[in-house]
């Protein structure tokens, strides 16, 4: 016989027929009807859980069932529910269901009770308090908005699974700062089914010692706690990229936090303990709550629509939601509760009376089990007429009371985090109904399947982007982008651009349209848009990088330690956290040394190299020889393998950029270290073409294609694109590269973020003695036309390029969704530089004398 039961929701039978009598006042608990011999009410309880807890009522508030040669009894009424949970707290622990996650996870808070459990709480509530929601509710909105953009139109979502994967993310960055892997992310998913089996199994046994028996369901369930272990270890091991660990992370208190009982700290089994405890109870029920929503939603347009025009009112689309914006959210705090009610994710809950206890007019024996079902509690049609009927409005006055009401329990095992998981589904649900549309696919709603919580099975949705239909590019690529692939990638991509640059820069230099300006600007300018986007949740492991970094430039050599308070206040790893947001440990160590080190060198070309080509040559050739030493030519015919040994002599820039190549290349493919070196090598020739033009005087004479030329290589954008490969761990698919289309998508990419920094460079670059390679004065020297018009061409010309991106993502992601991770990075890089450009002091200019 399974366990495992499937109820269709809405095929379940109104309630029409009056409600019997409640029983009367007796000292015992009247046995429901219908036990079988040997079975006693088992076989009904398995078949169909909820009908049969739900039609409990009609019996009594108090009602004995039998489960096999077990009594136990079920309370039925929500007063008397919460009268277990709260005035009979210490007198009724927990039973048997949650004893055996005790057993193997450890007497953590949601396993622990008397003292144990209050000293536990207390060291724990700090992570929940007021004060650390804002932080708490941005994380959410950040991994709602970076998983939802991988998502592409037409895909079919199991919207399960998905929820799954996003509650989880949530809680491992809100909570532990950290990330999981998508083995780990997996691992943990599949094992969550065979540990519910074998918590109600193990829990139904008449004693203990048959969990011990290699039994099937026995061995999953071992096998599903060692997984969790496992993955949980993952989230809370200390590791070198997390030293320094964020003094806020529920490990970190754990970690700092005494045990009263011994007086000793902490061990490591209480801290996985109390992270299983937050990893079990913060992803299944929030993850099935926000699939029922979007199930509700879909039966339900006019709903749907009201709370998009709520959105739209209170928390405006761009912006990062806050505490105070989600508390004007009234109608859709309505929809999530009703949600939560119709849904609720307990099926049953169990308690032990240790004592003999009166619940109501019923004297309960001790040792007897209490069992009692959210689900059926918030069915009752007594307390909410028309019970099945999703009515959001019902909230709006008020509900049916606190006490018929407990999503998260009563008394002093009420969940922690109620206030953090309420955040959480309206957040993930605004993020998501902002940028999609779901479709319901035909025949694939949602279903009840019933363990001992109610999960959501079944809801596929094909994906439709909110507003109008996907755009597709304005045109198609020009023939010759991407011809001579195999040679030469960029020639295609410089094309791509330069074939537009003219047509698209001077024909926009009447689009000049005046906005506030952007903060931190240093001219007054308006903005790019869309506004920059917010600082990703993870300043902690940023630091700790900025302060690897620092350490790495001065042991290098590059800057001496006064120089570094001026570099440190550029920021630059707060760019590579905007940009590359899935980048950790040596990957992000090598992106922010990658950063600063061409950072310091562009500010070398600011000097005597940047006007005398001899020496700029002097400066780039060996910094060249270092991407080739290793035997292939400068055309890439063969690739590259590392950067050979370190060079013996010669400046400290040429050894860091040794160290640098070597870290770059260390396991990558020969076709992405070809690539790679090949970009490199275009964009350090740019220093030397650069120093020509200004030591020859042709800087006024050049035209917007070969300004475009070599401010798009001289960004080294493309080489941080490359990057996008190392962080992900592979190399994005070959027939994604080969597309003309991506070859256009990449020539955008830098475009737009270097048209970006020529707008915030603009004040500072002017003031340098050498000549500026920016492409709003060009603008102005060859169309004759004022600041504010070049200003403004430049601006339409990087939103132009951000739509014609958009569309062209779309298109690829369609044709290729296994590379949709590096379209989405191209997106991301933009969005970092926008987003560090406006808030950096690297372009800030002060009243000293110019350069």
């Known amino acids: 016989m399974t366990l495992l039961t499937e109820t269709r929701q809405r095929d379940l039978p109104p309630r029409t027929a009056p409600t019997a009598p409640r029983a009367t006042r007796s000292a015992v608990p009247p046995l429901a009807p219908g036990a079988v011999p040997g079975l006693g009410h ?8 909820l009908g049969f807890l739900g039609s409990l009522s009609r019996h009594g508030g108090v009602v004995r069932i039998r489960l096999g040669p077990r009594t136990v009894c079920v309370v039925t009424d929500a007063p008397l529910v919460h009268t277990l949970l709260v005035a009979l707290a210490y007198d009724c622990p927990r039973g048997a269901v949650q004893d055996t996650l005790k057993t193997a996870f450890g007497d953590g808070l949601l396993m622990s009770e008397g003292q144990a459990h209050r ?10 308090g007021p004060d650390r929601m804002a932080e708490y509710v941005a994380v959410m909105h950040q991994v ?5 953009r991988r998502w592409h139109p037409g895909q079919v979502l199991d919207v399960a699974k998905e929820m799954n994967h996003l509650a989880l993310e949530i809680v491992t960055r809100s909570l532990f700062d950290a990330r999981l892997s998508e083995d780990a992310t997996l691992a943990f998913h599949q094992a969550l089914p065979d540990l519910v089996k074998g918590q109600i199994v193990q829990s139904l046994y008449p004693h203990p010692a048959l969990a011990r028996l290699p039994l099937a369901v026995n061995r999953r369930f071992d096998a599903a706690v060692r997984v969790l272990n496992q993955v949980v270890d993952q989230a809370v091991r200390p590791t070198g ?21 011994t007086g000793r700290p902490l061990t490591e089994a209480d801290v996985r303990s109390e992270a299983i405890t937050m990893f079990g109870a913060g992803t299944e029920t929030v993850s099935t709550t926000l699939t029922w929503l979007l199930d509700e939603l879909l039966r339900h347009p006019e709903v749907e629509a009201r709370v998009l025009a709520e959105l739209d009112e209170h928390l405006p689309a761009g912006a990062v939601p806050t505490p105070e914006a989600l508390a004007r959210l009234t109608y859709t705090r309505s929809v999530t509760q009703e949600v939560v009610r119709l849904h609720a994710p307990n099926a049953f809950l169990m308690r032990t009376a240790q004592v003999p206890v009166d619940l109501g007019p019923y004297r309960i024996p001790a040792g007897t089990e209490l069992l009692y079902s959210l689900t059926a509690l918030h069915r009752d049609p007594d307390r909410y007429p028309d019970p099945l009927r999703f009515r959001p409005e019902r909230w709006q006055s008020g509900g049916a009371g606190r006490h018929s009401f407990l999503p998260f329990g009563a008394g002093k095992h009420k969940c922690i985090g109620e206030a953090f998981a309420w955040a959480e589904l309206t957040v993930a649900a605004a993020a998501i109904l902002r940028r999609w549309r779901p479709v319901a696919v035909p025949g694939a709603r949602a279903r009840e399947v019933v363990w ?7 809801l596929r949705v094909r994906l439709t982007p909110r507003g109008a239909r996907v755009p597709r590019p304005d045109s198609p690529p020009d023939d010759r982008v991407g011809e001579d692939r195999a040679g030469d990638d960029r020639a295609g991509e410089d094309r791509a651009g330069e074939d537009r640059a003219g047509e698209d820069l001077a024909g926009d230099d009447r689009a000049a349209v005046e906005a506030p300006p952007a903060a931190r600007c240093p001219v007054s300018i308006p903005a790019p848009a869309p506004a920059a986007p917010q600082l990703p949740q993870r300043s902690g492991e940023l630091r700790t990088a900025a302060a690897r970094h620092a350490a790495w430039v001065v042991g290098r050599n590059l800057l001496t330690p006064p120089e570094m308070t001026r570099y440190g206040a550029y920021a630059l790893h707060e760019l590579i956290g905007h940009a590359f947001p899935r980048a950790h440990g040596a990957d992000l160590d090598l992106l922010v040394d990658m950063l600063g080190w061409f950072t310091i060198l562009d500010d070398r070309f600011d000097g005597p190299p940047g006007r005398r080509p001899v020496e700029a040559r002097d400066v780039v050739d060996p910094l060249i020889d270092v991407l080739y030493r290793t035997g292939a030519d400068r055309t890439g015919a063969s690739a590259p393998v590392g950067a050979g040994p370190a060079p013996r002599s010669g ?10 190549w070597s870290r770059q290349a260390q396991g990558m493919s020969p076709n992405w270290r070809a690539r790679a070196a090949r970009e490199w090598q275009a964009c350090l020739e ?12 042709t800087v006024p004479a050049l035209g917007l294609p070969e300004t475009m030329r070599l401010r798009r290589h001289g960004s080294c954008l493309y080489p941080f694109m490359n990057i996008l490969e190392r962080v992900h761990g592979a190399d994005a698919p070959a027939a994604l590269h080969a597309e003309p289309a991506l070859h256009r998508l990449r020539a955008n990419t830098a475009d737009a973020a270097t048209l970006i920094n020529d707008l915030y460079s603009l004040e500072r670059e002017e003031r340098q003695s050498a000549a500026a390679f920016n492409t709003v004065l060009t603008l102005q020297r060859i169309r004759g036309c004022t600041r504010s018009r070049a200003v403004g061409a430049v601006r339409s010309r990087v939103a132009r390029l951000r739509r014609e991106n958009d569309a062209l993502r779309s298109d690829l992601r369609h044709r290729h969704p296994a590379g949709r991770w590096y379209l989405d990075g191209t997106r991301e890089l933009i969005e970092g530089v926008q987003a560090w450009t406006s808030t950096s002091d690297r372009y800030l200019v002060t009243d000293g004398p110019r350069t």
């Open 119 to 128: 000293d536990r709480r207390r060291i724990i509530q700090p992570a929940f």
């Open 241 to 261: 990229t997390r030293s320094t660990e964020r003094g806020g992370t529920l490990p970190a208190l754990l970690r700092a936090a005494t045990d009263p009982g």
């Open 144 to 148: 709602t908005e970076e998983r939802a």
């Open 686 to 697: 740019t220093f030397p073409a650069e120093a020509e033009h200004r030591a020859h005087g």
């Open 42 to 49: 088992a076989a009904a309880l398995l078949r169909d859980p």
């Open 651 to 660: 400046d400290h820039v040429l050894r860091a950029w040794h160290d640098l």
């Open 452 to 458: 001992t919580t109610v999960q959501a099975h079944g």
